[in-house]
């Protein structure tokens, strides 16, 4: 699965490509699309489209994993982040790819098997998965990358609970049920 | 001037054509476009551009006016709002349309006199600005006619300040810095 991660900012915003399946992950690319903070909130939308819409067309992505944005966030920041979250939903939207949003707990939880390890340590395993001497610069690019990792292990594993729930609903509406309940509590 | 409004939001986003100046104010159109709160966030996104798109190339439009969004609005829809926001602002950058946010109180000031003003009181002035015999429906339409009335009056006279000041720049430095404080302190 190929999956672009997305880590949204206004000034600057995190892209990672990498392809991945449950338990491992290979990098294709990292960086960050910046914008300069002088410019007009819509001007700096439209170069976030721009950079996005360039990634986008580079790779043949199978889905796109942008980070969840929460008003619980730094309340300073949390509009811009949101807004350039909704450029990067949207050009996923326009070439037709899948996009699933993870919190940064689901990240953290999915790379080092704990939601509250800290920096470092999710750093520490982005190197050793991805078998990298040090983790992507700058962190913005590194996080868009761990987002790239998490839905390539969780959303493979969250896709396979579907599937068969849809596959056992036809059959035995009760296992069906029982997935569903799985999956949910999961 | 010919101004479209726009009162985000990922259900309804209000929106509304007006040309005004200082003073006086005509209504050329207002809807809403609507969104399913069933599809994925980044298709909702999607619709509001299309949606967008179709209203921006109807009209041979000066400006584009955006509710601005704070993070103190509620906290259940901001980062909704802020994404239907940024989409209203990344096609206006794309038509190289100029983009100005407004507060709901610049706009209540704007239209009633008062920051503080309720919803029927705008509403009341807004038909009595457009010679209407209701305020247009539903509510984030208005909203969206209100904002359009709101720079049309208020971002005529913001440039209008802005030339004189660099005009005066050009001459008598003194004046220039005068009418620079003025304008931030308005």
Same mark, same amino acid.
Request: neutral net charge; glycine residues 8%.
């Given at each position: 699965?190929?999956?672009?991660?997305?880590?949204?900012?206004?000034?600057?915003? #995190?892209?990672?490509?990498?392809?991945?399946?449950? *338990?491992?992950?290979?990098?294709?690319?990292? #960086?960050?699309?910046? /914008?300069?903070? %002088?410019? $007009?909130?819509?001007?700096?939308? &439209?170069? +976030?489209?721009?950079?996005?819409?360039?990634? +986008?067309?580079?790779? $043949?992505?199978?889905?796109?994993?942008?980070?969840?944005?929460?008003?619980?966030?730094?309340?300073?920041?949390?509009? *811009?982040?949101?807004?350039? !979250?909704?450029?990067?939903?949207?050009? !996923?939207?326009?070439?037709?790819?899948?996009?699933?949003?993870? /919190?940064?707990?689901?990240?953290?939880?999915? +790379?080092?098997?704990? *939601?509250?390890?800290?920096?470092?340590?999710?750093?520490?395993?982005?190197?050793?998965?991805?078998?990298?001497?040090?983790?992507?610069?700058?962190?913005?690019?590194?996080? !868009?990358?761990?987002?790239?990792?998490?839905?390539?292990?969780?959303?493979?594993?969250?896709?396979? &609970?579907?599937? =068969?729930?849809?596959?056992?609903? =036809? @059959?035995?509406? %009760?296992?069906? @049920?029982?997935?569903?309940?799985?999956?949910?509590?999961?």
């Amino acid at each position: 699965m190929l999956v672009l991660g997305v880590d949204p900012g206004l000034t600057r915003c #995190g892209v990672g490509v990498v392809e991945g399946s449950p *338990g491992r992950a290979r990098l294709l690319a990292a #960086g960050v699309i910046r /914008t300069d903070a %002088g410019l $007009d909130t819509s001007r700096r939308l &439209l170069a +976030i489209e721009t950079g996005l819409e360039e990634w +986008i067309s580079q790779y $043949d992505l199978d889905v796109v994993a942008v980070e969840r944005v929460f008003a619980q966030h730094n309340l300073m920041t949390v509009v *811009g982040t949101a807004q350039a !979250a909704a450029v990067a939903m949207l050009v !996923a939207a326009r070439h037709n790819l899948p996009v699933h949003q993870h /919190t940064p707990s689901e990240v953290k939880a999915a +790379i080092t098997g704990s *939601g509250r390890a800290d920096k470092a340590q999710v750093g520490t395993m982005v190197c050793r998965i991805l078998h990298l001497d040090e983790a992507p610069k700058p962190a913005d690019a590194a996080d !868009a990358v761990a987002l790239a990792i998490c839905h390539s292990w969780r959303g493979a594993a969250a896709e396979r &609970l579907e599937e =068969a729930a849809h596959l056992a609903n =036809a @059959q035995r509406p %009760g296992l069906a @049920q029982r997935l569903h309940t799985r999956k949910v509590l999961a």
